[in-house]
């Protein structure tokens, strides 16, 4: 299926902290639905992940500036999966060591590295039609707030910081979740919040398929246009 007068173009934004379930249901959505899938934290993983190996510091924002200025964002289209590549590179399993899930919320939090990705997160609704995409979903921390506030659905993920830490060490990461929302939520630029409208789904009892099913029912019921 691709975007056609009966079936237009469609953006969904899915926020929420993180391991709240965002990238496997965004995922289960990119395939039911023929969407490209863009998960923005690896984007912001991808540059801490570049900025560490430039050896900026989120506390220097001089050298972050300067890594910014050096640093070329493309994208690669794998699968129903919009990639990053950072100056000709396509990031790997660093992007989730200890290392990044430590600095990323603090290099986040750095207002002129959050706009050098606002315009590149923005430019892929163009790269989902180019690919024939029947639309696209995003999934990060601001995307219903602040990069598609125009989104035609959007949906906030809780989860009990219990699971969502027993989430990450069934995947073999350690990463502080609690304290990475912290962080997030009380940032001044594009924090994470629920948007107005957005809707709220807890997924801490939730199988993926699940959250995947209430999600889809929501667009399917979306009416056709005038
Ligand atoms: O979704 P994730 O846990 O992989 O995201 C990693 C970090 O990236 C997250 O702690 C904050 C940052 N992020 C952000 O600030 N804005 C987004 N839209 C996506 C992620």
Avoid at 74 to 81: A, F, K, N, P, Q
Wanted: proline content about 4%.
């Amino acid at each position: 299926m691709s975007a056609t007068p009966g079936n237009p173009f469609i953006i969904v934004a899915i926020d929420g902290g993180a391991a709240s379930g965002k990238s496997s249901t965004a995922r289960a959505l990119s395939e039911r639905f023929n969407l490209l899938h863009s998960d923005t934290g690896s984007y912001y993983r991808a540059v801490t992940a570049e900025m560490l190996r430039r050896g900026a510091s989120a506390s220097d924002l001089s050298s972050v500036t300067a890594a910014l200025a050096d640093m070329k964002l493309g994208t690669r289209i794998e699968g129903r999966s919009a990639r990053i590549e950072v100056s000709g590179r396509a990031p790997g399993d660093e992007i989730r060591s200890k290392e990044v899930n430590d600095a990323v919320s603090h290099f986040a939090a750095i207002p002129e590295l959050r706009s050098a990705l606002l315009a590149y997160q923005r430019g892929q609704a163009a790269a989902a039609r180019e690919g024939g995409f029947a639309g696209l979903v995003m999934e990060g921390r601001d995307i219903g707030s602040v990069i598609f506030p125009d989104a035609d659905f959007r949906f906030f993920l809780h989860a009990d910081a219990a699971v969502r830490e027993q989430r990450r060490v069934s995947q073999g990461q350690e990463d502080k979740v609690a304290e990475r929302d912290q962080l997030d939520s009380s940032r001044k630029t594009a924090p994470l919040s629920q948007s107005q409208g957005a809707a709220s789904i807890d997924t801490t009892l939730m199988t993926v398929a699940q959250v995947a099913d209430q999600m889809a029912s929501v667009i399917s019921r979306r009416p056709a246009p005038a």
